[in-house]
């Protein structure tokens, strides 16, 4: 296990729980590309020269199989990020232990730099649906999150990395913005921000808001990881634009351009390109994670000497 890590952030916020920064040692400011089954050959053959992998952690909670054997030799060569889609972390209802239970020896199995999960639900009443749902930002789903984050990073020893969700409809309970409710949940468990500049730019144009705005509203401090994606163009029942997050197609202009100015204000990060339908050749992804890690720039405020990646300085 690597040496937990931990330190005051920029805006003064008291330093996460040594027992939930764990064994994340945080990935390199690089590009990186999701791991696919076609290509688990080709990048053990190509050994190309990618910054990490990611892979869905519910698509290798079984003991053994193919996907370990590939996972296993591959993991030796780059570093791996772990990215959840079914702990239902804005769910009504408590967390599934066992599913958590399956994360936790997945953890332990391949030391992870790091681990990440969505503000969403996809559970109710013992039902699983196939979707990641919006959560109204309110004070009742505030204390359920953050217990729901608290008890994930206590279970799993580290510190997690949030992502911030593509939205399709709002809440009328919702009291607090999307960026004030991720500020909070933050800020009481020390957890990160895993910035999807995609979901982002997707939720902003479906809700009519400004995503620059947005994104700098978040605490840009915290960012662990950086997703990009592709989108599909549609619209709703009245005619106004309606973009669907469908992880198809290459990265957006529009979506590029907002990452370079993410890039400007943090500094390189690690940032994923994710294509999960019609995947690509590898060297489609390979040549979209080599335009990321171009466009990484430096800090333009110098006042920011010390930005985090996962939460450790």
């Given at each position: ?24 040692r ?65 769910a ?10 399956r994360l ?73 913005s ?25 939720s ?30 549609d ?79």
């Amino acid at each position: 296990m690597y040496a937990a890590i931990a330190a005051p952030d920029l805006q003064g916020h008291a330093a996460p729980n040594p027992a939930r920064a764990g064994p994340f040692r945080g990935l390199p400011a690089r590009g990186g590309v999701g791991l696919k089954p076609r290509h688990f050959q080709q990048v053990l053959d190509a050994r190309p020269d990618v910054g990490f992998f990611e892979v869905h952690a519910e698509n290798f909670m079984v003991d053994g199989g193919p996907f370990h054997h590939y996972l296993g030799r591959i993991r030796e060569h780059y570093p791996l990020s772990l990215h959840g889609v079914g702990l239902s972390i804005g769910a009504e209802g408590p967390l599934d232990e066992t599913h958590l239970d399956r994360l936790s020896r997945l953890v332990e199995r391949y030391e992870p730099a790091s681990f990440s999960e969505h503000l969403a639900w996809s559970t109710h009443d013992g039902i699983f649906l196939n979707d990641l749902l919006p959560v109204p930002y309110d004070q009742p789903t505030l204390t359920r999150v953050c217990e729901h984050v608290d008890r994930i990073q206590s279970r799993l020893k580290c510190r997690m990395l949030l992502e911030n969700p593509s939205t399709y409809v709002e809440f009328s309970a919702s009291t607090m913005s999307e960026t004030q409710f991720l500020r909070e949940v933050i800020d009481r468990t020390g957890c990160g921000l895993l910035l999807d500049v995609n979901n982002a730019h997707i939720s902003c144009v479906n809700h009519g808001r400004n995503a620059a705005a947005f994104i700098d509203g978040l605490p840009l401090t915290a960012v662990g990881e950086i997703h990009l994606a592709g989108f599909a163009r549609d619209q709703d029942a009245a005619g106004a634009p309606l973009l669907v997050d469908h992880h198809g197609s290459p990265v957006d202009d529009v979506v590029w351009k907002l990452y370079e100015r993410v890039s400007a204000r943090i500094g390189p990060t690690a940032t994923l390109i994710e294509w999960d339908n019609d995947v690509p050749p590898l060297e489609t992804l390979l040549a979209q994670a080599s335009l990321a890690q171009d466009l990484m720039g430096e800090r333009i405020d110098p006042r920011q000497s010390e930005v985090r990646r996962d939460g450790l300085s």
